[in-house]
């Protein structure tokens, strides 16, 4: 919690607010990675077909397999790389965070095979006084386009720190 | 192919079929398996009582946000879209939880030439309780 401090924002997040960071590209997607996030999303019953069944799934609009649209292809990262939002806030106290919320935008699928390069900024931030004492909330965006080019995803993440 | 629902068929102040999942380790270990989400307050009880929670750990928002997207999917099958899902995590999900998607439309129209359907949309748990307040917007096939 922050205690005896005036503001959490910090000049560096004032800095870095709106301006993109270094893009991230994912691993190719393999079929096998969505077939296992369908599984772990809908356990214990079966996910649908379109998500595993290339057979069924040439026989959609989607013409294969495609990803749910919450699947997440940059997961297992060798490198790590810290996402703009967590530059970090002022008073040198340590934090708690926690996930607010986000509104995603889809545009095309993913698919087995797909490249996904993500490029993220600090979009907007404020803070107010509120259960916890002083409360600092970020908006992160993060856009998503595949190896076409083409608009995948871009979500709106609201983190919660105090 | 799977068309379930066309976009004639459905009416503001619709609700779509309510979908559920009970969750423990089961959930959310296969979930940190697949996102390589290994946080220690969603695998261990201390962890998460450390971290204020005092039943133990609990599970991944995130998670919930794929039970709305699946809620969403297999009511309207394959044939329509998903165009966007918001949400707000507001309760916690606790380990035995049942977790219910719930979703009523509230706007129907017609942009850049998709049939869309807005919806507001909800994760309740087994007390009633809201835990992720949010809404979405599909793109339903013509029947025609």
Sequence with gaps: MATGVDTLISPAMEEVKGKWGEARVSPPIAASDIRKWAIATYWPETPPPVYWDEDYARTTRWGGIVAPPDFNPFAWAVRRVAPAAMAQPAGGVRLTNMNGGQTDTYGVPMRPGDVITARSRLKDFNERQGRFGLMLYTFTENEWTNQKGEFVRRRIATSIRY | ?144
């Excluded at chain 2, 380790?25 to 009880?45: C, L």
């Excluded at chain 2, 916690?92 to 939880?97: L, P, Y």
């Excluded at chain 2, 030439?113 to 009633?128: C, D, F, I, S």
Aim: charge should be negative.
């Design chain 2, 1 to 144: 192919m799977t068309i379930k629902v066309y976009f004639e068929d459905v009416s503001v102040g619709d609700e779509m079929p309510a979908w559920s999942r009970t969750t423990d380790f089961m959930n959310w270990n296969r979930y940190a398996a697949v996102n390589d989400e290994f946080v220690p307050f969603h695998m261990d009880d201390e962890a998460g009582r450390k971290a204020g929670n005092k039943e133990g750990a609990f599970g991944m928002g995130n998670l919930r946000y794929a039970y709305l997207a699946n809620a969403l999917r297999d009511w309207i099958g394959d044939e329509a879209e998903i165009r966007e899902i918001g949400c707000q995590y507001r309760a916690i999900n606790q380990k035995n939880d049942t977790l219910t998607v719930v979703g009523r439309v509230v706007e129907k129209s017609i942009e850049g030439g998709e049939n869309r359907v807005k919806l507001t949309t909800n994760v309740m748990n087994q007390a009633g309780e809201t835990t992720c307040p949010g809404h979405a917007v599909l793109v339903l096939p013509n029947r025609s």
